[in-house]
């Protein structure tokens, strides 16, 4: 019974000896700092960076490395391809048909897709519902740069 009483006291003793009991031990390799935590309600709120009558983009964040874009489809997305970079892209909301080289699919909320630089993809709203996205783009696409397959859309 000693022993038991004996760990008991032990088990409660750890956080006074360790920091906070919900606070982990800060790994030698661990960095200070923050990471990036933003709504997609906030986001929108800022004009899109761009705007394709078909589609409009927010920037979620943009650096030497990486681009991230929230993008709302309400129309179709030309054939067109990158050749300055790589797409991940996440469905968040609605349906889309996707042509990704010769594959098309149609995906919907919780779908991936990885777009690899220089292939050709299609996006094309499916139902009366919006579509949204979140590409990464490793590294940075400049707009500029792509090449359209299809007539580019006008707004």
Do not use: C
Request: aromatic letters at 8%; proline letters at 8%; charged letters at 25%.
């Amino acid at each position: 019974m000693k022993s038991l009483l004996f760990a008991a006291w032990v088990v409660a003793q750890l956080p006074l000896v360790s920091g906070r009991a919900d606070e982990p031990t800060k790994h030698p390799k661990e960095a200070e700092g923050h990471g990036l935590m933003v709504r997609r309600s906030e986001v929108m709120k800022k004009d899109p960076i761009a705007d394709l009558g078909v589609a409009r983009y927010w920037a979620v964040e943009k650096n030497k490395d990486v681009w991230s874009l929230l993008v709302e489809v309400t129309g179709t997305i030309p054939l067109h391809f990158h050749p300055d970079g790589v797409h991940r892209m996440y469905i968040l909301e609605g349906k889309l048909r996707s042509t990704v080289g010769k594959e098309t699919m149609e995906m919907g909320p919780g779908d991936y897709m990885l777009i690899s630089k220089g292939v050709r993809h299609k996006f094309e709203k499916v139902g009366e519902a919006k579509a949204y996205f979140v590409t990464v783009d490793t590294p940075p696409i400049n707009p500029a740069n792509n090449v359209w397959l299809e007539p580019a859309p006008k707004k």
